[in-house]
């Protein structure tokens, strides 16, 4: 079982940045495939971005391109998402994910996942 723990939301004005972090346990963090997805109010939950293990490979939703990054630290056992330039939109609730199968750009599906963090923001 792997638990999954998201940390660094809060509210921020237009423009600004966050740094979203999720601390994993209960497996060797280096054979996990992780992600962040995201969902606001009253909509489905969206894919944000993928890393694969090692972090040399990631992949994001257009919405967010150039303006998140997300990277992964193995020996800290935590994955980041490095938001800037945020907009009202990227309000939402954002969702660690770790997968054990293999990276793939658009899975369909990831086997843990944690709690959520809160981000909004403001005009």
């Known amino acids: 079982q792997v638990q999954l723990v998201e940390s660094g939301g809060g509210l921020v004005q237009a423009g600004g940045s966050l740094r979203l972090s999720c601390a994993a346990s209960?497996?060797?963090?280096?054979?996990?495939?992780m992600a962040w997805f995201r969902q606001a109010p009253g909509k489905g939950r969206e894919f944000v971005a993928t890393?694969?293990?090692?972090?040399?490979?990631?992949y994001y939703a257009d919405s967010v391109q150039g303006r998140f990054t997300i990277s992964r630290a193995n020996a800290k056992d935590t994955v980041y998402l490095q938001m800037n330039s945020l907009k009202p939109e990227d309000t939402a609730v954002y969702y660690c994910a770790a997968s054990l199968g293999e990276y793939a750009p658009r899975r369909p599906s990831y086997d843990y996942w944690g709690q959520g963090t809160q981000v909004s923001v403001s005009t």
């Open positions: 890393i694969n293990r090692s972090g040399a490979n990631t």
């Open positions: 209960g497996r060797t963090f280096s054979s996990l495939v």
